[in-house]
Structures are given as structure tokens and as C-alpha cells.
């Protein structure tokens, strides 16, 4: 197999200070592959703690904000489920496979830290570890105050992040997917000293020529953060009412679950 390499990626150990350029730059040339291999794969997995959490309490036809939305696969149940969505994610290339799977909601590309939208939501939700991307204390809190902002009064704001036991389980080992021709790898570090983690992908596309791929390549990081760091963050954005559950107490019972921590505030 010949590779063509079109590399778009943030180089190891070089701290950039605008993550929603770092971000994007990651994930927008392997949007494709972030679609398809984690397609179906988390959903059914956090179905049962957003039963818990969100759905039982907040009724369709309210108005959520999927934030970090990716390429959609948690929007698709809430627009199953009857909800008025719009979701951001700093990603172009997510928010376009997004938009093309799901024409009925709203998608805009929005950096989470700093954001306004005219409409006001009766619920936020952000999944999939997406707040882990943000790499400073400060991020943090700022994207609680923009969540914040957009929600109604006691409006429900439901997220789930990783902590040090979820990136422990990460090894130095390729895991490989393959789809429709396209093949991808996916291998992640952690440094317990920076609390630091970093997936490494790369993924092969057939180039129209026999035995011809071309090399996409992505580094993704994210930031560990100690639950009581997680809710200063939260009472210094005016967020009350602050609940934490395990993903096991959340309902999510497979293995995603492990290390992960949910959080469902009032605003």
C-alpha cells in the first residue's frame, strides 16, 4: 500500500494557545473518520444516563444546545426524540457531516469559550469528554459562562467529562477500524505529571488509484481535571444546584463508562 500524506496536525509537546485553532485543525481533516468509526458507538452507550439525567425532566419540543456537537451522533437522538436543536462545534468539517445527516437542526460552527446565540435553550447538553478538550482551568470556566448565557432561567445543563482513571486505561498500542475501504488507527498517552492526553490518529483513504491511500494524521488533547476543579469552575459561572454522578450511578453501565463523571446543574 503507497500513502500520500496530507498531515494536519498539532506537533508533540508544543502547548498552542488557541485551542479553537488546535481543535479544529484536528479534527477537521478527519472529520470522515470521527464519523464513521464512532458512529453508533457512544450513543448507546450514554443513552441510559441521559434518560436519567435530561430526558426524563426536560420534555420535547424544548429547545436544546448540543454543544461540541462533533459530527452529530448524539443530535441525531435528540431530533429523534422530538427536540428543537441547534448544535455548535468548533470543527468545520464535523459541523458540515453534521449538517448534511441531519438537515432539520440548526448547526453552526462556534468556539464553546466564547459564543452568543439570540435563542435562549431550556437545556445544554455536552458529551463524549467534549469539555476535556479544553486545556486550561481558565477555558473551562469561560465555556461554562457562554453555556450559561444561553440558557433559560433554572434551564438543565447535563456533561459528562473524563477523569484520571478513564485516561489511565490509554495505551501506547494501535487500535485499528476499517470502513467502506477507508482504514484508521488510533493510539493515546497520558502524562499523570501535566494531567495531560493526547489520542494520536491516523487515517487511510483510497486515492482513485489502484493500491494508492492517502495519510491523514491528527493529534487530539485533552486535559484532566479533579471533580472539585470542575465544580469551582461551575460555581464561578453561577451554575447551582450541582449534581455529580458516576457514569455507573448515571446509568451508563458499558466499558466508556469507566473514569467517566457526569454533572447536571441549573443555570
Not at 87 to 100: C, E, K, P, T, W
Request: hydrophobic share 40%; glycine share 6%; aromatic share 12%.
Amino acid at each position: 500500500m503507497l500513502a500520500l500524506s496530507a498531515r494536519v496536525t498539532i506537533d508533540k509537546g508544543t502547548l498552542v494557545p488557541d485551542i479553537s485553532t488546535s481543535v479544529s485543525a484536528a479534527y477537521d481533516p478527519i472529520a470522515e473518520f470521527y464519523h464513521r468509526a464512532w458512529d453508533d458507538w457512544y450513543l448507546p452507550a450514554v443513552r441510559p444516563a441521559l434518560e436519567t439525567l435530561c430526558f426524563s425532566s426536560v420534555r420535547p419540543p424544548a429547545r436544546i444546545l448540543d454543544v461540541c456537537c462533533g459530527s452529530g451522533h448524539v443530535t441525531r437522538e435528540l431530533v429523534a426524540r422530538g427536540y428543537d436543536v441547534t448544535g455548535i462545534d468548533i470543527s468545520s468539517g464535523l459541523i458540515a457531516l453534521a449538517q448534511r445527516e441531519l438537515p432539520s437542526a440548526t448547526f453552526l460552527v462556534k468556539d464553546v469559550r466564547h459564543f452568543t446565540l439570540e435563542t435562549k435553550f431550556a437545556c445544554a447538553v455536552c458529551t463524549f469528554d467534549s469539555l476535556n478538550h479544553l486545556l486550561t482551568l481558565d477555558d473551562l470556566k469561560t465555556a461554562f459562562c457562554s453555556i450559561r448565557d444561553c440558557l433559560l432561567p433554572e434551564a438543565v445543563f447535563v456533561f459528562d467529562m473524563n477523569l484520571e482513571q478513564a485516561y489511565g486505561q490509554d495505551l501506547t498500542h494501535w487500535t485499528r477500524y476499517v470502513n467502506e475501504g477507508k482504514i484508521g488507527f488510533v493510539r493515546g498517552f497520558y502524562s499523570p505529571e501535566t494531567r495531560r492526553a493526547e489520542t494520536e490518529l491516523m487515517w487511510f483513504v483510497p486515492d482513485g488509484e489502484k493500491n494508492l491511500y492517502r495519510k491523514h494524521e491528527a493529534n487530539v488533547r485533552q486535559q484532566c481535571y479533579t471533580t472539585d476543579e470542575i465544580r469551582n469552575a461551575l460555581e464561578a459561572a453561577r451554575f447551582s444546584n450541582i449534581e455529580m454522578y458516576t457514569a455507573l450511578e448515571a446509568g451508563m453501565t458499558s466499558e466508556l463508562g469507566f473514569g467517566r463523571v457526569f454533572f447536571r446543574v441549573a443555570a
